[in-house]
């Protein structure tokens, strides 16, 4: 039954999931690269057939666009509609419930594991269209370069040192003021997939660096002094956390090394990081509301 509701293949030749070479369904390793178990079990073209990155994009833009309608349900009244950059904006109250990050919840609340849950949490109409079309667009280029499994790690490692360094300026860092505005403070509430999105960026300029392709590096590179740009002449943009964001994808990059080839155990990482991240927000929402009752 299972082998039938998954389409599992159990004899012929399937694609190495890591460097496209023909294996055998259930060939220990792949001759062309040396990945282990190259056929997942006979699952290999179920799963490419949910595209390169696995189905995460539409998963990331599912539970994003349902957390944010579940954040304007539980505003209740108290939904922004000013003007074009709040407009439906959750109540600040709602945001901490699902688990906003950011000095207060880390720092006053205790609420530590609200760096997983905040990217996946946003602040407008405009906010969540914006972000998930910068995630439509680069996870899955990062993961033809990575392979799916690096692509949710390095996704996830940036979000945790974006808002970690975010919330820590916040807490304990004075902001840089240009003229009378704040240009670079921490975030006292922060939420939002840039964090990450900046994380996949961070990756792409390192596959530049460490030799896959200049022109990609320069292209992500570009990319991420224009939004960088951006936030700097924007109010209530969190640099912090993009600049965070960029480091740990960067640093996460090199870790995992874009020119070797994707391994079993990143995949099985990558789903552990997809699940703290689901632990993080039904964590902070039984934990909000205790603190808020």
């Not at 074009?84 to 207060?104: E, I, T, Y």
């Not at 304990?172 to 006292?188: C, D, E, F, K, N």
Request: with cysteine; proline share 5%.
């Amino acid at each position: 039954m299972i082998e039938r509701v998954f389409k599992r293949q159990t004899s012929g030749s399937v694609v190495c999931t890591s460097c496209g070479v023909l294996v055998g369904v259930n060939d220990d390793r792949c001759y062309g690269c040396g990945r282990r178990n190259p056929g997942l079990w006979g699952f290999a073209p179920a799963l490419r057939s949910l595209g390169h990155d696995m189905g995460f994009v539409p998963f990331v833009i599912g539970t994003c666009v349902v957390l944010y309608v579940l954040t304007l349900l539980a505003s209740g009244g108290d939904i922004g509609v000013g003007g074009l950059f709040s407009m439906l904006s959750p109540s600040r109250q709602s945001l901490f419930l699902f688990g906003a990050s950011g000095a207060v919840p880390v720092f006053v609340a205790d609420r530590w594991w609200t760096v997983l849950s905040a990217a996946w949490l946003h602040g407008s109409a405009l906010h969540i269209f914006f972000n998930m079309m910068w995630v439509r667009q680069l996870a899955p280029a990062t993961a033809d370069l990575y392979g799916p499994g690096r692509m949710v790690i390095i996704y996830t490692a940036a979000a945790i040192a974006g808002f970690a360094l975010s919330s820590f300026a916040g807490a304990y860092v004075p902001p840089l003021p240009s003229a009378s505005i704040p240009i670079l403070r921490g975030g006292q509430f922060t939420v939002g997939a840039s964090a990450p999105i900046f994380g996949l960026l961070g990756a792409l300029v390192y596959y530049g660096r460490r030799g896959g392709s200049s022109h990609i590096g320069r292209e992500a590179l570009s990319y991420a002094l224009m939004l960088g740009l951006f936030g700097f002449l924007m109010q209530g943009i969190d640099n912090y956390a993009h600049a965070g964001g960029f480091a740990g994808g960067y640093l996460a990059s090199r870790l995992l090394d874009p020119l070797k080839p994707e391994r079993i155990d990143h995949v099985g990482i990558a789903i552990i990081c997809l699940a703290a991240s689901l632990i993080a927000i039904v964590a902070s929402v039984l934990h909000g509301l205790r603190f808020l009752g």
